[in-house]
């Protein structure tokens, strides 16, 4: 049975940060695309970065590019988001995500600006229980 953990969240000020964290198991991590995704109250599900397992190569949207950095440890199967400078809109319940069938959360523009394709969580996605981030002064 596939496990994500998330921990990490909390009460930030603006240009705060917080590293998040997940821990996955029930399934081969070092073999499958990792993502982060977030939902605000009212709102639907926003892709929030990808992690490729072989290289480690990493996408995310202008949102938070540059703010945030998602990184990896496959030897203890861990997923970190970094997130930087946050603001008030980056408030939201934060999911650690796996699409079982190997489906991707994203799409890259030939000008490498990567945008999400996710409207609702699917049958062969597996999320965590998500941990809250809220930035507030």
């Known amino acids: 049975e596939v496990q994500l953990v998330e921990s990490g969240g909390g009460v930030v000020q603006p240009g705060g940060s917080l590293t998040l964290s997940c821990s996955a198991s029930?399934?081969?991590?070092?073999?499958?695309?990792m993502n982060w995704v977030r939902q605000a109250p009212g709102k639907g599900p926003e892709w929030v970065s990808t992690?490729?397992?072989?290289?480690?190569?990493?996408y995310y949207p202008d949102s938070v590019l540059g703010r945030f950095t998602i990184r990896r440890d496959n030897a203890k199967n861990i997923l970190y988001l970094y997130m930087n400078k946050l603001k008030p809109e980056d408030t939201a319940r934060y999911y650690c995500?796996?699409?079982?069938?190997?489906?991707?959360?994203?799409?890259?523009?030939?000008?490498?600006?990567?945008?999400?394709?996710?409207?609702?969580?699917?049958?062969?996605?597996?999320w965590g229980q998500g941990t809250q981030v809220t930035v507030s002064s």
């Open positions: 029930g399934f081969t991590f070092s073999d499958s695309d």
């Open positions: 995500a796996v699409n079982l069938a190997k489906r991707g959360y994203y799409y890259c523009s030939s000008g490498h600006r990567c945008f999400g394709k996710i409207s609702s969580k699917g049958d062969d996605d597996r």
């Open positions: 992690i490729s397992p072989p290289g480690g190569r990493t």
